[in-house]
């Protein structure tokens, strides 16, 4: 090894003392391998490199595209489900309204059916209770009609002074006796006025 380096800093003695270098140009060696190392180079990185690059810049341009894409997508979806939204929320509002209106006719018609129930009711009832009272009515006249005949018997017998034995004749004469009281004009009577037809 010592014999290479001596051999090596002789060649660069002597090439120091024989040429001069020129600063701005290079030997033509230099120029030459130069040349050649980077035609080398550019034509690795042209065969090689730059397909790759190209690749992974193109993939990545398909990624943004894709992504700008589906970002395009996204928000069409978004405004159409903000559509859909809004349209199903004015539905639910026109149901709720329909289903109001219908529980208010609804509670309208059973109102006036449990009024029409109510007024049948208060008429039956009224009905019963003027037959009722009609019927009182009735037995309280054949009641009265009784005991005035008999008041009026007895009152006759004591007039008279003497029994009356035949019924039919009795009856008669209290039946006319009735039939007068009622044919006769109304008079203050024993109760504080109240006729006989009153009475009845």
């Known amino acids: 090894m010592a014999?290479?380096?001596i051999?090596?800093?002789a060649a660069a003695s002597e090439t120091a003392s024989g040429e001069e270098n020129?600063?701005?140009l290079p030997h033509t060696y230099d120029l030459v391998w130069g040349t050649i190392s980077f035609a080398i180079v550019a034509l690795v990185l042209i065969k090689y490199v730059l397909p790759r690059f190209t690749?992974?810049?193109d993939e990545r341009t398909a990624r943004i595209e894709e992504g700008l894409a589906i970002a395009?997508?996204?928000k069409k979806d978004q405004a159409g489900a903000e559509q859909r939204a809004a349209r199903l929320v004015e539905e639910a509002r026109r149901e709720a309204a329909?289903?109001?209106e219908k529980a208010q006719s609804e509670a309208a018609s059973i109102v006036a059916a449990?009024?029409?129930e109510a007024q049948g009711e208060a008429g039956r009832a009224l009905d019963a209770a003027q037959r009722q009272i009609l019927a009182e009515r009735q037995a309280a006249q054949i009641s009265l009609r009784t005991e005035v005949g008999l008041l009026a018997s007895t009152l006759a017998e004591r007039i008279v002074g003497e029994q009356l034995k035949d019924t039919e004749l009795s009856s008669r004469v209290i039946d006319r006796f009735l039939d007068e009281?009622?044919?006769a004009p109304a008079s203050p009577g024993v109760d504080g006025g109240a006729s006989v037809e009153e009475l009845r």
């Open 7 to 9: 051999t090596t800093l």
């Open 3 to 5: 014999p290479v380096m």
């Open 55 to 57: 690749k992974v810049l």
């Open 181 to 183: 009281l009622e044919a």
């Open 22 to 24: 020129s600063l701005l």
């Open 114 to 116: 449990a009024r029409a």
């Open 98 to 100: 329909s289903i109001r």
């Open 72 to 74: 395009d997508r996204a």
